[in-house]
């Protein structure tokens, strides 16, 4: 575990600080453009490039580019800089013609994700997608530059190169305020406006990937364009990546029924003010907060020495990295999302509730937040346990449990569509991914236990999972007793929501550490010592 959680410990400090900053983007955003109509489009023209990129090479990056680096270092005659010459030769290529294809094809996109928009509404989102569509090649190439820089035991560039990207655009955001009249109605936006929320946007991907450019030359990698791709590997990369193809197209149809259900229900909402695509995008963002900082950190540093166990013929090794990285994740996980369940109303206003976001569009951000807070644990398990099928280089079985992931959601997703008032749906779709994922995580590690051979321990983690929700429920209790008072005393504003935020949430933090302590995790124990002896450096 040790090893593990010193290189998560580099990859965590470079996380929290992007993950802060991001928020701090986010909140500036919200507040230039609120989280209303026009908000709505900024963020379903972002989730275009993303969606596109995953669809069409960012899952073959995270899941085989890893492990078929690591291999070509093994066996080639040159440790393999010519297999990832010709990788990036590949990637820029095929990124920059997909970025080309978005940007004409963005209207399609647009009415593909969306339902029930204004003609002014879909006229400026496919404003701001046609801007940011190019960033694709961008966040591709430097994607690469990342895979190569966490084959050679990296992670610092990759975890700290999207703080510069989040300062970008934080100054186009707080540009926006002081250059546009517009604010955030969608009526009154014009092209200037459109041109510098878009292409500053862009902007900040690439100063990201600039930074991983100048990481991964740095590190010795040499770009010379390569064209003799029958040494590529592309057919092997092709077998093992047609499964994570059907993997990211089964998340993606689920992402787009998602978009489209909250988007509708704004327009059934009518005039009344309702969470919708921009509270849903948020709130996962926030959720991704805690996963991001300690789950992806401790993803990241296994997969590679997973990958190489498996090669040495050692599951049991793979077996023990995943255990460890488990009871790593799940003790600073647990209770954050209990506490993301207490306090999503006052996190909300605190951060959103600002210029051009009223308290009570921040609220409704609050309540989607709050069910998210259910889904951290189940999701960040998944997540590990995808991990594991990849270091085997086996990509079918996740695509497949993917499949029935999407279902799950969707199934549940159109119940609550169809079932609910408008002011619940995007609640209730938040609940539904939380149950995918819960399913999802049961039928993976099932099937992860049989890959490995001998289980992967589940009565141990069940127990150490038991362990930190007990140590954890009494912090919970103090954040909601302080939420409560908060509400009764004076009511949710930016205020006072600071106040419960850090009253609330800091009690709760040093009743869990104290509880866990007293009951012997020995995970907590472990990052305190580890935090204690590089403070006492």
Not at 266 to 280: M, P, S
Not at 380 to 405: E, H, K
């Amino acid at each position: 575990m040790s090893r593990v959680l010193r290189a998560s410990a580099i990859m965590a400090a470079g996380t929290m600080v992007s993950r802060l900053t991001g928020f701090v983007r986010t909140a500036v955003l919200a507040s230039a453009i609120g989280i209303a109509a026009l908000g709505d489009a900024y963020n379903v023209a972002f989730m275009i490039p993303m969606m596109l990129f995953d669809l069409l090479i960012g899952g073959v990056l995270s899941s085989v580019v890893v492990p078929l680096i690591i291999r070509a270092q093994k066996q080639d005659a040159d440790g393999g800089r010519a297999y990832e010459q010709r990788l990036m030769t590949v990637a820029t290529m095929v990124l920059v013609a997909i970025a080309v294809a978005g940007v004409l094809a963005a209207p399609l996109l647009v009415d593909l994700l969306t339902t029930d928009l204004s003609p002014t509404e879909a006229q400026v989102t496919v404003t701001l997608a046609r801007y940011i569509l190019p960033q694709i090649a961008f966040f591709g190439v430097g994607a690469v530059a990342g895979a190569i820089l966490n084959t050679r035991d990296r992670f610092a560039a990759p975890m700290w190169a999207p703080v510069l990207n989040n300062i970008v655009v934080i100054g186009v955001g707080l540009l926006y305020h002081v250059v546009s009249t517009a604010g955030g109605d969608i009526s009154r936006v014009s092209g200037a406006d459109l041109t510098l929320l878009g292409l500053g946007t862009t902007a900040g991907i690439v100063a990201q990937a600039i930074v991983l450019i100048i990481a991964v030359h740095r590190v010795g990698f040499r770009f010379v364009p390569r064209f003799d791709l029958r040494n590529a590997r592309l057919g092997e990369m092709g077998r093992m990546g047609a499964w994570t193809f059907a993997f990211v197209i089964a998340n993606q149809i689920g992402l787009t029924v998602t978009s489209n259900l909250a988007t509708g229900a704004t327009g059934r909402a009518g005039a009344e003010q309702v969470a919708g695509i921009a509270q849903y995008s948020f709130a996962y963002q926030f959720f991704q907060l805690p996963y991001g900082i300690i789950a992806v950190s401790v993803i990241t540093a296994m997969l590679p020495r997973m990958s190489r166990y498996v090669q040495e013929g050692r599951p049991d090794l793979v077996r023990d990295e995943f255990a460890s990285g488990v009871r790593l994740v799940s003790c600073v996980i647990v209770p954050c999302g209990l506490l993301l369940m207490v306090l999503g109303p006052a996190v909300a206003v605190l951060i959103f509730a600002h210029g051009n976001t009223s308290i009570s569009d921040a609220i409704n951000l609050g309540n989607v937040l709050q069910v998210f807070g259910l889904a951290l644990v189940p999701f960040s398990i998944y997540q590990l346990l995808l991990r594991v099928f990849y270091s085997f280089g086996d990509t079918r079985t996740p695509a497949l449990i993917a499949v029935g992931n999407v279902v799950v959601n969707i199934a549940g997703s159109l119940i609550v569509y169809y079932t609910l008032p408008p002011r619940f749906i995007v609640m209730g779709l938040a609940f539904s991914f939380t149950v995918a994922y819960s399913v999802g995580g049961a039928v993976a590690w099932n099937l992860a236990s049989r890959r490995v051979g001998g289980g992967l321990g589940g009565r141990v983690v069940a127990a150490g999972l038991s362990r930190m929700y007990v140590a954890a429920i009494p912090a919970a209790a103090v954040a909601l007793a302080a939420l409560w008072a908060t509400q009764r005393i004076a009511g949710l504003s930016p205020l006072t929501s600071g106040i419960t935020v850090v009253v609330g949430g800091g009690l709760a933090g040093l009743i869990y550490l104290v509880t866990s302590q007293r009951m012997r995790i020995a995970e907590i124990t472990s990052i305190i010592g580890l935090v204690a002896g590089r403070v006492g450096r």
